[in-house]
């Protein structure tokens, strides 16, 4: 077979190294560029200027005849690249949108390059061993007390909490979710598609679920139940009382999910680990390396204290995973997820682990944690803004004190227009705030100084 030119790799090739060298040269340049042309936190002039340039770059999709790679390459990272919000700017604070490690990023290039697909062993020889080794380490972080634990790797908290709710829907053939008004909306959508009852929402006036309301709707309603409680919610940071909600679903008979697709990573930490105090006693625990790990999207999993207990998910196609294959020593991989094509994104996760290790993810957590509370000291002592809470994670809401509701987000989609800044928002004890969700261990105290003028100089005199 004729070795293409290296030019052409994207275009029918492989995406060998020789193939690659050159066109990584014309994606970092373009990626440069593009910031620059960008020039800050997000692109200036809001959704029309940004589809405008997006659809003069890209149009015609589908030319007669091709550019070629190079062009390709140049011209459309460019225009992704200005019209993108760029995580690893401080000014860029709105979502659980992390600014991933460079490593990361190298490592999921390699999967890009190799492309296993962890659907059948023959497929990703060397990736499925790793999946699992890898795995079962997470999930023993989780669990170190369970039997046999394992994690399978998912595309975020959603995937995770899906999975989770179907596992016990499985064991018990239907099954009741009870969750806090602040649990993530994934839950909702998964008991729909799930086919279970509408959850049950109890109250969270302080902002995690209200034990007294649990331990009633406990005693209420008929079992079988599960109650999702979450550790990190997406409007505050806050993490739901794990140890007295264990308690309650033990002493009720029912089981525990835990959303830790936030919070999950302060297990890393010595100083910040006990905020999860209680995790281990759930049945199953989502976890999202994307958000306080640092990694590409997507880097999700649920974790469980004994493998067995994702044996529901097992099912055969033999041109996959025949059961004569199984018996001579072929692993099975269909039983790792609801998917069947799948990326090996645990690499990029087992190099990020092995580079920085325990020590290192503990730093980043524990700046990335330090920031927040910065920035809440300097909000305390603000004479035009107010905080709404100390942080409990890294989600720090505030406003200005002379705003309404409505020049509050006037605020927010200002800076979004001007390019300035991105924050989020969210509604606490019935007023809307900003929300600053701080991800980026780099931040400085300059970097959060200049966020807070540039909302005191958008508000209204």
Not at 57 to 64: G, H
Not at 217 to 229: D, F, K, Y
Not at 319 to 339: C, K, M, Q, V
């Amino acid at each position: 077979m004729s070795t293409p030119p290296p030019g052409l790799a994207l275009a029918g090739g492989t995406a060998g190294p020789d193939a690659l060298r050159p066109l990584l040269a014309i994606v970092l340049a373009a990626l440069t560029d593009g910031a620059a042309a960008r020039g800050g936190p997000i692109p200036r002039g809001g959704p029309e200027a940004v589809a405008s340039r997006v659809r003069e770059a890209v149009e015609p999709v589908l030319p007669d005849h091709g550019t070629g790679a190079e062009e390709a390459l140049r011209t459309l990272v460019r225009t992704v690249a200005h019209g993108a919000a760029d995580p690893a700017d401080p000014l860029c604070a709105a979502h659980l949108h992390t600014p991933p490690l460079a490593l990361a990023v190298a490592a999921d290039l390699a999967a890009s390059a190799l492309n296993p697909s962890l659907d059948s062993w023959d497929q990703a020889p060397a990736a499925s061993e790793l999946e699992a080794t890898v795995g079962r380490t997470l999930a023993a972080e989780v669990f170190p007390h369970g039997r046999d634990p394992d994690a399978l790797v998912t595309t975020g908290g959603t995937e995770s909490n899906q999975l989770g709710l179907l596992l016990a829907r499985e064991r018990h053939g239907t099954v009741q979710v009870i969750c806090g008004s602040a649990a993530h909306h994934s839950l909702h959508r998964a008991a729909w598609l799930l086919g279970l009852p509408e959850p049950v929402t109890v109250p969270s006036p302080a902002g995690v679920l209200d034990l007294a309301a649990l331990d009633e709707a406990l005693t209420e309603l008929p079992g079988p139940r599960i109650v999702a409680a979450t550790a990190g919610t997406t409007d505050t940071g806050r993490i739901d009382p794990l140890p007295e909600i264990a308690d309650l679903c033990h002493r009720h008979g029912a089981e525990l999910h835990v959303d830790a697709a936030y919070g999950g990573p302060m297990l890393f930490s010595e100083r910040h680990r006990t905020k999860l105090n209680g995790l281990d006693r759930a049945h199953s625990v989502t976890l999202d390396l994307h958000k306080l790990g640092w990694q590409p999207v997507a880097a999700g999993l649920l974790a469980v204290p004994n493998g067995a207990l994702l044996a529901p998910l097992a099912v055969r196609a033999d041109y996959l995973n025949a059961d004569d294959d199984t018996e001579a020593g072929l692993p099975d991989l269909l039983g790792r997820s609801l998917r069947t094509t799948r990326r090996p994104d645990i690499l990029k996760v087992a190099v990020t682990l092995r580079a920085l290790g325990r020590s290192g993810l503990a730093a980043l957590v524990d700046r990335t944690c330090a920031a927040a509370q910065h920035l809440a000291d300097l909000l305390e002592k603000h004479q035009s803004l107010e905080l709404y809470e100390r942080p409990t994670l890294t989600t720090v809401l505030f406003r200005p004190y002379v705003a309404t509701d409505e020049e509050t987000a006037d605020i927010r989609r200002t800076l979004l227009a001007e390019g300035r800044a991105v924050l989020g928002r969210a509604r606490a004890d019935g007023r809307l705030w900003l929300k600053a969700t701080l991800l980026n261990p780099h931040a400085t105290q300059g970097d959060l100084e200049a966020l807070l003028e540039l909302v005191e100089g958008s508000t209204p005199r």
